[in-house]
């Protein structure tokens, strides 16, 4: 299995940016695992961020980060990343990574698809 490792997170301005990494822990690779990123706000349900396929050639955005939001996965590196430019603070959160193994029906954007989680990084966008 693919223990998820997160990190980039931190404090920044409206209208800066952040670049999340997610590593594979275990000595698994990624490259057998679609990837994506959730995120929970305080008092809010955990939500879909953006997602990636195996290969990288299929991605997924919330429409709250579309065109602001990039995903991307460098297999080599055994690494997923989420490039966030134009953060607003509604952006605020903690920024899960999580892994679906793959299976003949799901569905992307349900956090219940997937098999494994990072523990988070705080993102906080100051206004």
């Known amino acids: 299995q693919v223990q998820p490792v997160e990190s980039g997170g931190g404090l920044v301005q409206a209208g800066g940016s952040l670049r999340l990494s997610c590593a594979a822990s275990?000595?698994?690779?990624?490259?057998?695992?679609?990837m994506a990123w959730f995120r929970q706000a305080p008092g809010k349900e955990r939500e879909f961020v953006a997602a990636?396929?195996?290969?990288?050639?299929?991605?997924y955005y919330a429409d709250s980060v579309k065109g602001r939001f990039t995903i991307s996965r460098n297999n080599a590196k055994n690494t997923v990343y989420l490039q966030m430019n134009s953060l607003k603070s509604e952006d605020t959160a903690v920024y899960y990574c999580?892994?679906?193994?793959?299976?003949?029906?799901?569905?992307?954007?349900?956090?219940?698809?997937?098999?494994?989680w990072g523990q988070g990084t705080q993102v906080t966008v100051s206004s």
């Open positions: 999580a892994a679906r193994r793959p299976r003949p029906s799901y569905s992307t954007y349900d956090e219940a698809h997937y098999d494994y």
């Open positions: 990636i396929s195996l290969n990288g050639a299929s991605t």
């Open positions: 275990g000595g698994t690779f990624i490259s057998n695992y679609a």
